[in-house]
């Protein structure tokens, strides 16, 4: 699976968030700030380090 279907499939809910700690959700917060392109770029560089399965 690659990181863009997780990030689709794994859009923070309200109750997830709580078990968040404060520099996940500034990560999260700073991401939605993104518009799409720089969005997209982050999501391209991260499934390049991830290893596939």
């Known amino acids: 699976m690659s990181v863009i279907e997780k990030v ?3 859009q923070p809910e309200k109750l997830e968030q709580l ?3 404060q520099r996940e959700r500034m990560i999260v ?3 939605r700030r993104l518009d799409k392109q720089g969005q997209s770029d982050i999501i391209r560089f991260l499934d390049a380090l991830l290893p596939t399965k």
């Open 8 to 10: 689709q499939t794994n």
């Open 19 to 21: 078990e968040l700690n």
């Open 29 to 31: 917060l700073m991401f």
